[in-house]
């Protein structure tokens, strides 16, 4: 039996062994064509295959060949290890989660997320004029030209730009080695120093023309320089140069010694002795030993000055000391200091020499200093400081460098540089960039070590979720950030500093996906709703599941949820106003019992044609406990005498707002194909928005989609109804609020009624009129015209790109369309900050649009507060999901179908980080101006003149007929009587005598604005007017060809 069954196994076995080893085969070539496919692209030759290998044809054929049960997450990983490296090694066993070898590499990528600065991703410059066996002696960052200086110690002088590109470069022929270099901000030099002379060069210079101006003689070997900058200081150049004496020079350079205006217009080059007994120098002795660097400090309008003297080690003082005799702030260290450096954050000053530790040291205090640091084996060489990040980077005569927190005093990261061995250079240069986050190094070779942060943002994909996101909800109270994504996965982040506080796996269960959530005003609790129609209630603060309300379904209609808004929340009843997917909007009830449906919204309306309102009777029993009374449709009978058909087909419900306080009771709702209906449960009315015509004739808006509603209330407007309230009915306001997730709480407060001169009820019978006995309206009397001046206003964001601004009366009062050179693209999301002055809107395609609506909101009737566009930039490479606003720190958080959730600062669209990075989120800086890796482009602020489409200047006559060009000598009648002749001449006369206005300067435009309806391209093509002669001209040569 035992053969038998070891048989039946062998026989088995070995189709499955041969089936599998066919599948690693085609696995195999799959890749190796996607590795080709990508390379020719990147090469830019054309892709000839039948198509390219994206990721969802990657990862429907790996689990064709393998099987469904290989993991999506898997197969992400695998192709974004190929697509971010196409040399990079694979196995065919990491499809299939397992990785042979790479604990190693796993733990170095989570070590590396760690470091300060990515070493693995270092630049190296090699700069071909460097000398062989030359050496940088000293790199300068000049930050208001935004450009660097480098010297050699051979006589090369250099000017980077900030792309790190030689933009003037010289070779100084001198014996002497140069130890020192800066720039002149007020000459706009360099000035270098060598061990006899000071060099000063005019890089400006064209050609091949290099103005040099040296020095010399010098009484001792100058050892360092560096400039004064005093604003006072004008036309002239302070510098401060060390020397191996232990004295500090000061000099004053002026554009008079040097006469840079006469030498300008020389075409040879120049290379002309100056006599230093002509300069006028200031010394001072201040150290017993050589005063190896010296630094000015505009912060503290102190100079320092080091030595590797153990008495007279440190000098802080002011640069007026060195023209007195007055005592000088000393400090004094063991062995000396060979660096130092100022952190104008922290305030503190940071010293190193032989005795290899770092001290600290306030700047008012030279007896002791506040913090001593030690790790380096060698002396410390140089010192630099990361004034963003208060970092301390200190570098060792033997390459090593050290990274360390100022306010931890805690070592962050070592690293060396690896150029040539230790002991061949004992010296080399560094600075550090605070305005790119990058250190230049410089020895034989210049070295760019970039943040490991600035790495991530740029080149790292965002992630916040593996699949595409489905919510995005903001919680005020707590602040904090709820992300739901396709797979049904709940996180919840930390707004302050982007780490995740606790998420919830398949929360409605295994499969189910949850499609919307709304957290309560008050932020404790989260309610969520899911693709078959169930909801649940949660805690928020905690993450446990309070109840589950699922609903009966007595219908096949698909029960998907769209959108929930919180009415009401406590620990006895929860009310939620949802909307699905068939178009059905209702109010759900539920406690620890049970839960219902108390109410629904009429499924369609039966407009009668050229009248968009229609009345409403309403229950007034209801209103207490649904919130919104029940509704029932009132007919016109002389309507339906004459007119059968709708005004508005009936539509299945895409989205809705609801405004909901006292004396203001309104849903909004959208649909697919245009049609935006705003039920008035104070009016008793339902209104289909629409335009009115030229002929006044009511009809439908000519758009497509709507994806989103949103209410616009202005500030003013809540300011006004406070003053009017009573001080009772204000405390109901406080009890009662209805606002969607995605609003402040406090908007509440700011709800205003409409007209009360609009307002009409329409009662057929006295049995009808007896159902508005009980109701109680709260009426607030208030002029008419201030009440138009701060009502509010109802936004609709459509798919051609338009957004459209309507009166809670239900007229058209504006039309937006984004300023783009790109044709127009669905708009998906809108939201708006608390006080109502700016409105932000997503696109299909990523992008993020910003206006400026303070001034229309407080009278959308007057022609004058326009509406401004401010700011657009790219977000994502995808559709935008929700989006929203957060005013303490002014951002704009944005969730896309690319499964990441971005944060950007509001005013000027700065890119701050991604939910769910590595590091946590600096969102008061915005001194950086990075990038994700799938967005090439910054940030657009859309100033007034370059809209042309808002011109108010008209020309009637772009061309115009030349009356002496017409009239030439050549032109007689005996020519007009050649028939022969008269077609080309007329011809070539009439249009050789068109000419543009000469009393216009500016451009021409036409007299008449296209039509938007026309599209994109022909709808904006100008219009022009031709005049009465020249038809009749044209109309003759037609005749006369004809004939």
């Given at each position: 039996?035992?053969?038998?069954?070891?048989?039946?196994?062998?026989?088995?076995?070995?189709?499955?062994?041969?089936?599998?080893?066919?599948?690693?085969?085609?696995?195999?070539?799959?890749?190796?064509?996607?590795?080709?496919?990508?390379?020719?692209?990147?090469?830019?030759?054309?892709?000839?295959?039948?198509?390219?290998?994206?990721?969802?044809?990657?990862?429907?054929?790996?689990?064709?060949?393998?099987?469904?049960?290989?993991?999506?997450?898997?197969?992400?990983?695998?192709?974004?290890?190929?697509?971010?490296?196409?040399?990079?090694r694979t196995e065919w066993c990491e499809i299939f989660g397992c990785?042979?070898?790479?604990?190693?590499?796993?733990?170095?990528?989570?070590?590396?997320?760690?470091?300060?600065?990515?070493?693995?991703?270092?630049?190296?410059?090699?700069?071909?004029?460097?000398?062989?066996?030359?050496?940088?002696?000293?790199?300068?960052?000049?930050?208001?030209?935004?450009?660097?200086?480098?010297?050699?110690?051979?006589?090369?002088?250099?000017?980077?730009?900030?792309?790190?590109?030689?933009?003037?470069?010289?070779?100084?022929?001198?014996?002497?080695?140069?130890?020192?270099?800066?720039?002149?901000?007020?000459?706009?030099?360099?000035?270098?120093?060598?061990?006899?002379?000071?060099?000063?060069?005019?890089?400006?210079?064209?050609?091949?023309?290099?103005?040099?101006?040296?020095?010399?003689?010098?009484?001792?070997?100058?050892?360092?320089?560096?400039?004064?900058?005093?604003?006072?200081?004008?036309?002239?150049?302070?510098?401060?140069?060390?020397?191996?004496?232990?004295?500090?020079?000061?000099?004053?350079?002026?554009?008079?010694?040097?006469?840079?205006?006469?030498?300008?217009?020389?075409?040879?080059?120049?290379?002309?002795?100056?006599?230093?007994?002509?300069?006028?120098?200031?010394?001072?002795?201040?150290?017993?030993?050589?005063?190896?660097?010296?630094?000015?400090?505009?912060?503290?309008?102190?100079?320092?000055?080091?030595?590797?003297?153990?008495?007279?080690?440190?000098?802080?003082?002011?640069?007026?000391?060195?023209?007195?005799?007055?005592?000088?702030?000393?400090?004094?260290?063991?062995?000396?200091?060979?660096?130092?450096?100022?952190?104008?954050?922290?305030?503190?000053?940071?010293?190193?020499?032989?005795?290899?530790?770092?001290?600290?040291?306030?700047?008012?205090?030279?007896?002791?200093?506040?913090?001593?640091?030690?790790?380096?084996?060698?002396?410390?060489?140089?010192?630099?400081?990361?004034?963003?990040d208060q970092h301390v980077i200190s570098l060792s005569s033997a390459?090593?460098?050290?990274?360390?927190?100022?306010?931890?005093?805690?070592?962050?990261?070592?690293?060396?540089?690896?150029?040539?061995?230790?002991?061949?250079?004992?010296?080399?240069?560094?600075?550090?960039?605070?305005?790119?986050?990058?250190?230049?190094?410089?020895?034989?070779?210049?070295?760019?070590?970039?943040?490991?942060?600035?790495?991530?943002?740029?080149?790292?994909?965002?992630?916040?979720?593996?699949?595409?996101?489905?919510?995005?909800?903001?919680?005020?109270?707590?602040?904090?950030?709820?992300?739901?994504?396709?797979?049904?996965?709940?996180?919840?982040?930390?707004?302050?500093?982007?780490?995740?506080?606790?998420?919830?796996?398949?929360?409605?269960?295994?499969?189910?996906?949850?499609?919307?959530?709304?957290?309560?005003?008050?932020?404790?609790?989260?309610?969520?709703?899911?693709?078959?129609?169930?909801?649940?209630?949660?805690?928020?603060?905690?993450?446990?599941?309070?109840?589950?309300?699922?609903?009966?379904?007595?219908?096949?209609?698909?029960?998907?949820?769209?959108?929930?808004?919180?009415?009401?929340?406590?620990?006895?009843?929860?009310?939620?106003?949802?909307?699905?997917?068939?178009?059905?909007?209702?109010?759900?009830?539920?406690?620890?019992?049970?839960?219902?449906?108390?109410?629904?919204?009429?499924?369609?309306?039966?407009?009668?044609?050229?009248?968009?309102?229609?009345?409403?009777?309403?229950?007034?029993?209801?209103?207490?406990?649904?919130?919104?009374?029940?509704?029932?449709?009132?007919?016109?009978?002389?309507?339906?005498?004459?007119?059968?058909?709708?005004?508005?087909?009936?539509?299945?419900?895409?989205?809705?707002?609801?405004?909901?306080?006292?004396?203001?009771?309104?849903?909004?709702?959208?649909?697919?194909?245009?049609?935006?209906?705003?039920?008035?449960?104070?009016?008793?009315?339902?209104?289909?928005?629409?335009?009115?015509?030229?002929?006044?004739?009511?009809?439908?808006?000519?758009?497509?989609?709507?994806?989103?509603?949103?209410?616009?209330?202005?500030?003013?407007?809540?300011?006004?109804?406070?003053?009017?309230?009573?001080?009772?009915?204000?405390?109901?306001?406080?009890?009662?609020?209805?606002?969607?997730?995605?609003?402040?709480?406090?908007?509440?407060?700011?709800?205003?009624?409409?007209?009360?001169?609009?307002?009409?009820?329409?009662?057929?019978?006295?049995?009808?009129?007896?159902?508005?006995?009980?109701?109680?309206?709260?009426?607030?009397?208030?002029?008419?015209?201030?009440?138009?001046?701060?009502?509010?206003?109802?936004?609709?964001?459509?798919?051609?790109?338009?957004?459209?601004?309507?009166?809670?009366?239900?007229?058209?009062?504006?039309?937006?369309?984004?300023?783009?050179?790109?044709?127009?693209?669905?708009?998906?999301?809108?939201?708006?900050?608390?006080?109502?002055?700016?409105?932000?809107?997503?696109?299909?395609?990523?992008?993020?649009?910003?206006?400026?609506?303070?001034?229309?909101?407080?009278?959308?009737?007057?022609?004058?507060?326009?509406?401004?566009?401010?700011?657009?930039?790219?977000?994502?490479?995808?559709?935008?999901?929700?989006?929203?606003?957060?005013?303490?720190?002014?951002?704009?958080?944005?969730?896309?179908?690319?499964?990441?959730v971005r944060l950007w600062h509001a005013v000027n669209g700065y890119?701050?980080?991604?939910?769910?990075?590595?590091?946590?989120?600096?969102?008061?800086?915005?001194?950086?101006?990075?990038?994700?890796?799938?967005?090439?482009?910054?940030?657009?602020?859309?100033?007034?003149?370059?809209?042309?489409?808002?011109?108010?200047?008209?020309?009637?006559?772009?061309?115009?007929?030349?009356?002496?060009?017409?009239?030439?000598?050549?032109?007689?009648?005996?020519?007009?009587?050649?028939?022969?002749?008269?077609?080309?001449?007329?011809?070539?006369?009439?249009?050789?005598?068109?000419?543009?206005?000469?009393?216009?300067?500016?451009?021409?435009?036409?007299?008449?604005?296209?039509?938007?309806?026309?599209?994109?391209?022909?709808?904006?093509?100008?219009?022009?007017?031709?005049?009465?002669?020249?038809?009749?001209?044209?109309?003759?040569?037609?005749?006369?060809?004809?004939?």
């Open positions: 039996m035992s053969e038998k069954g070891d048989c039946d196994k062998e026989s088995c076995s070995a189709p499955e062994v041969s089936d599998f080893k066919n599948a690693l085969k085609q696995f195999q070539e799959l890749v190796e064509k996607m590795v080709t496919q990508k390379t020719k692209k990147r090469l830019g030759l054309s892709i000839e295959d039948e198509g390219e290998i994206d990721y969802d044809k990657f990862c429907k054929t790996t689990k064709t060949i393998f099987g469904p049960e290989i993991k999506d997450h898997n197969i992400k990983a695998f192709f974004r290890k190929i697509s971010n490296n196409l040399d990079a990785f042979i070898g790479e604990s190693d590499t796993i733990s170095s990528q989570l070590k590396e997320e760690n470091m300060v600065f990515l070493i693995s991703e270092k630049q190296q410059i090699t700069h071909a004029v460097v000398k062989r066996q030359d050496v940088i002696k000293s790199i300068v960052k000049v930050p208001h030209l935004d450009f660097t200086v480098i010297s050699s110690q051979k006589g090369v002088l250099t000017i980077f730009n900030n792309q790190m590109r030689v933009l003037a470069t010289t070779i100084v022929e001198d014996t002497a080695w140069i130890t020192g270099c800066e720039f002149l901000p007020q000459l706009k030099c360099v000035v270098a120093v060598t061990e006899r002379t000071v060099i000063v060069w005019d890089y400006k210079s064209k050609g091949s023309q290099n103005n040099c101006f040296i020095i010399k003689p010098m009484e001792n070997a100058l050892l360092c320089v560096c400039t004064v900058t005093m604003s006072d200081r004008l036309a002239k150049d302070n510098i401060l140069m060390g020397d191996d004496k232990g004295y500090v020079h000061l000099l004053t350079l002026t554009s008079d010694h040097f006469g840079l205006k006469q030498c300008k217009g020389k075409k040879e080059s120049q290379l002309q002795v100056l006599d230093s007994k002509t300069f006028n120098f200031v010394k001072r002795k201040l150290h017993d030993d050589w005063a190896v660097k010296v630094k000015y400090f505009s912060e503290l309008n102190c100079f320092g000055s080091c030595s590797s003297d153990s008495i007279h080690s440190f000098v802080l003082d002011d640069i007026k000391r060195l023209g007195d005799n007055l005592p000088v702030k000393e400090f004094s260290v063991p062995r000396g200091v060979n660096a130092f450096t100022y952190c104008a954050k922290a305030k503190v000053i940071v010293t190193g020499g032989n005795d290899k530790l770092l001290r600290f040291w306030h700047p008012t205090i030279n007896s002791r200093p506040t913090g001593k640091l030690s790790g380096h084996q060698h002396s410390i060489v140089e010192i630099v400081t990361n004034e963003k390459k090593i460098f050290r990274v360390w927190d100022i306010q931890t005093l805690s070592l962050l990261q070592v690293f060396h540089d690896n150029e040539g061995c230790p002991g061949d250079i004992e010296t080399i240069a560094m600075v550090f960039d605070n305005d790119r986050g990058t250190l230049i190094t410089g020895s034989t070779v210049i070295n760019i070590y970039s943040l490991t942060h600035m790495i991530q943002a740029t080149r790292q994909m965002p992630q916040t979720h593996e699949k595409r996101i489905n919510v995005l909800v903001y919680n005020r109270a707590f602040h904090q950030i709820l992300t739901i994504c396709s797979e049904s996965i709940l996180k919840v982040w930390d707004l302050e500093t982007g780490y995740q506080i606790y998420q919830i796996e398949d929360a409605h269960g295994l499969n189910i996906e949850v499609t919307c959530a709304a957290v309560e005003t008050n932020g404790f609790y989260l309610a969520t709703g899911a693709c078959d129609g169930t909801m649940k209630i949660w805690e928020f603060e905690s993450g446990q599941e309070v109840k589950a309300l699922p609903l009966a379904q007595d219908s096949k209609d698909e029960c998907r949820l769209l959108k929930i808004v919180y009415l009401k929340a406590d620990e006895s009843q929860h009310v939620l106003l949802v909307l699905e997917q068939s178009g059905k909007m209702k109010i759900i009830q539920g406690n620890s019992v049970q839960s219902y449906v108390t109410w629904m919204l009429p499924e369609s309306v039966s407009f009668p044609r050229g009248n968009p309102v229609v009345s409403l009777s309403l229950k007034s029993d209801t209103l207490q406990t649904h919130f919104f009374p029940d509704i029932q449709l009132l007919s016109d009978p002389s309507s339906q005498q004459t007119d059968t058909e709708n005004f508005v087909p009936s539509v299945e419900i895409k989205c809705f707002d609801v405004l909901k306080v006292e004396g203001c009771s309104l849903i909004a709702t959208g649909s697919a194909n245009g049609t935006i209906i705003l039920w008035d449960f104070e009016s008793a009315s339902v209104r289909c928005l629409c335009k009115i015509n030229e002929d006044s004739q009511a009809s439908v808006l000519q758009a497509s989609g709507v994806n989103a509603m949103l209410f616009l209330v202005p500030s003013a407007f809540f300011s006004r109804k406070i003053s009017s309230m009573p001080s009772t009915t204000a405390t109901v306001r406080r009890g009662f609020r209805v606002i969607p997730e995605h609003r402040s709480s406090s908007l509440n407060l700011h709800k205003e009624n409409v007209k009360s001169d609009e307002i009409s009820i329409q009662i057929t019978t006295a049995k009808d009129t007896s159902k508005y006995k009980n109701i109680q309206y709260l009426k607030i009397s208030v002029p008419p015209k201030a009440v138009a001046e701060h009502s509010p206003v109802l936004a609709s964001a459509h798919e051609n790109g338009c957004i459209c601004l309507w009166s809670i009366q239900g007229n058209l009062v504006k039309e937006l369309l984004p300023f783009s050179k790109y044709p127009s693209v669905p708009l998906t999301a809108l939201c708006t900050d608390i006080s109502t002055k700016m409105l932000l809107a997503g696109s299909k395609e990523g992008y993020i649009m910003r206006w400026s609506i303070a001034s229309f909101l407080e009278d959308p009737e007057n022609s004058k507060n326009q509406i401004k566009e401010e700011l657009c930039w790219r977000a994502h490479s995808a559709e935008v999901v929700d989006l929203v606003h957060e005013e303490e720190k002014n951002v704009v958080v944005t969730a896309s179908i690319d499964g990441s890119y701050l980080g991604y939910v769910g990075q590595p590091r946590k989120f600096e969102l008061s800086d915005i001194s950086w101006l990075i990038l994700p890796c799938d967005v090439n482009t910054f940030p657009t602020i859309i100033k007034e003149q370059s809209k042309h489409m808002e011109k108010n200047k008209k020309f009637e006559y772009p061309l115009m007929l030349d009356r002496d060009k017409w009239k030439s000598p050549i032109r007689s009648p005996s020519v007009l009587k050649e028939p022969e002749h008269v077609d080309k001449f007329q011809d070539f006369k009439f249009f050789q005598a068109l000419t543009s206005p000469k009393i216009h300067r500016q451009p021409l435009e036409s007299f008449q604005s296209g039509n938007r309806e026309a599209g994109a391209v022909f709808g904006f093509l100008p219009i022009y007017e031709v005049s009465t002669s020249v038809l009749y001209l044209l109309h003759w040569h037609s005749y006369r060809s004809s004939h």
